[in-house]
């Protein structure tokens, strides 16, 4: 348990910009950092280089060598910080990493930083069928499944935080006045005013976990409002 403690102070502190200070305070803190921003969302990754026209398995030995170049050859403590996005600069340098080095490297014996990755490749392949119909760029569909990854992120935690979230989840998205408060009340044995502050609790809990979730994807907490802005025009289709 004390383990686990520790896992979770150690997210809830972490930026993509410690790896700009890896060399000069902790490698192994910023590199398990980076591990778990990679673990989370690597699926948009993966199915932007299966829309490039590549095959299953070489989709998969291109993200884990691009995740062990990155790291391997120290690019990441050389990042850009200015872009701010964790979610740009990951795509930029698979660009450059597909355009420039994936011939020598996607073969390699995966190991060193990519091993800390657990790929499932057939989760990441859900949907892809459905693409042919969408007229959308891989640049757009990889902002949409950026933020899909996301918010399934902040469900998740909710899931693991709240007792009762499978009770109220249905009402995250459900616009106030479409919320049937003495209908919830009388199925679940309760007031209506405790069912109006459930859902108000619940609702306040998503907003702050989400901002939060996002921060750690920026440079700046300045930047928080406009990234929402940006991820829900993806979720929409804008």
């Known amino acids: 348990?004390?383990?686990?403690?520790?896992?979770?102070?150690?997210?809830?502190?972490?930026?993509?910009?410690?790896?700009?200070?890896?060399?000069?305070?902790?490698?192994?803190?910023?590199?398990?950092?980076?591990?778990?921003?990679?673990?989370?969302?690597?699926?948009?990754?993966?199915?932007?280089?299966?829309?490039?026209?590549?095959?299953?398995?070489?989709?998969?030995?291109?993200?884990?060598?691009?995740?062990?170049?990155?790291?391997?050859?120290?690019?990441?403590?050389?990042?850009?910080?200015?872009?701010?996005?964790?979610?740009?600069?990951?795509?930029?340098?698979?660009?450059?990493?597909?355009?420039?080095?994936?011939?020598h490297a996607h073969r390699q014996k995966r190991g060193g930083f990519a091993t800390r990755i657990s790929i499932d490749r057939r989760d990441a392949e859900t949907g892809l069928a459905l693409d042919p119909a969408d007229p959308r760029s891989p640049d757009a569909l990889y902002d949409l499944e950026w933020a899909m990854a996301l918010l399934d992120k902040v469900l998740a935690d909710l899931e693991a935080e709240e007792e009762d979230f499978a009770r109220w989840k249905q009402f995250l998205g459900m616009g106030s006045s479409r919320i049937a408060y003495a209908e919830i009340a009388e199925n679940f044995g309760m007031t209506e005013g405790a069912a109006r502050v459930a859902v108000h609790r619940l609702r306040k809990r998503y907003r702050h976990r989400l901002r939060e979730e996002i921060s750690r994807t920026l440079v700046s907490g300045d930047l928080v409002d406009e990234e929402m802005q940006a991820l829900f025009a993806a979720l929409s289709g804008q």
């Open 1 to 103: 348990m004390a383990a686990e403690r520790s896992h979770v102070s150690l997210f809830a502190t972490t930026r993509w910009t410690l790896v700009g200070d890896a060399g000069a305070e902790d490698p192994a803190r910023a590199r398990d950092g980076l591990a778990e921003l990679f673990r989370i969302y690597w699926p948009p990754l993966y199915r932007y280089v299966r829309r490039l026209g590549h095959g299953e398995h070489d989709a998969e030995d291109l993200v884990q060598g691009f995740f062990a170049h990155l790291w391997e050859g120290q690019s990441l403590r050389h990042a850009d910080v200015d872009r701010g996005r964790f979610r740009a600069f990951l795509l930029g340098s698979l660009k450059h990493y597909l355009a420039n080095e994936w011939r």
